[in-house]
């Protein structure tokens, strides 16, 4: 079964920048959308950005747009998120997830990678 597998994640001081990678294992994900979900000790689990497969437009969440950005590589089977101007608030575990259809919510999300932690110091 294909798997998904985050990393990148670092502690890193606000204003600073990050990059994550979400590898696929093969192939399969190539045609689906790929979304970024992180969630906050304590809190639930919250949309971040996604990818759509068939025409690669993306869509990202009022708390992070314009600072972050969300890209794919099928060549390499590799979804990114770029993280820029970090803040506290952004500290969470992210994590990488795949969906047949176009959602922002985690219930339609099948697929899922284990995280990557990220803390953002003050």
């Known amino acids: 079964q294909a798997q998904l597998q985050e990393s990148g994640g670092d502690l890193v001081q606000a204003g600073g920048s990050l990059r994550l990678s979400c590898a696929a294992s093969?192939?399969?994900?190539?045609?689906?959308?790929m979304g970024w979900f992180r969630q906050a000790p304590g809190k639930e689990r919250v949309f971040v950005a996604a990818?759509?497969?068939?025409?690669?437009?993306?869509y990202y969440a009022d708390a992070v747009k314009g600072r972050f950005t969300i890209s794919r590589d099928n060549a390499f089977n590799t979804v990114y998120l770029e993280m820029n101007s970090l803040k506290p608030e952004d500290t969470a575990v992210y994590y990488c997830?795949?969906?047949?259809?176009?959602?922002?919510?985690?219930?339609?999300?099948?697929?899922w990678g284990q995280g990557t932690q990220v803390t953002v110091s003050s």
């Open positions: 997830a795949a969906s047949r259809i176009m959602s922002l919510v985690p219930e339609d999300y099948g697929h």
């Open positions: 093969d192939r399969t994900f190539n045609r689906f959308n």
């Open positions: 990818i759509i497969w068939t025409d690669s437009s993306t």
